[in-house]
């Protein structure tokens, strides 16, 4: 497999388990009928996220430096 696509694969990685995070926190709210991912609004679950984001990169659980943290976790909170 090319460096492109194992770096593309561990993007989506992270993309995927910050969208359940930041759901598991309260800062996301999935619609299970559309399965579409909204903003819940609230400013302390969205601190919350961030925080369980940065705590799981540090466990080790998700790939990437802190730049990729928060910029993931941002770019959920901002779609």
Known sequence: ???????????????AIIERLGIEEGALVLDEDTDEVSLADDEQANKDFYARAFKEWAAGNISGDAEDIFDAVTSAIES
Do not use: I
């Open 1 to 15: 497999m090319s460096q492109v696509k194992r770096d593309l694969e561990e993007h989506e990685d992270r993309l």
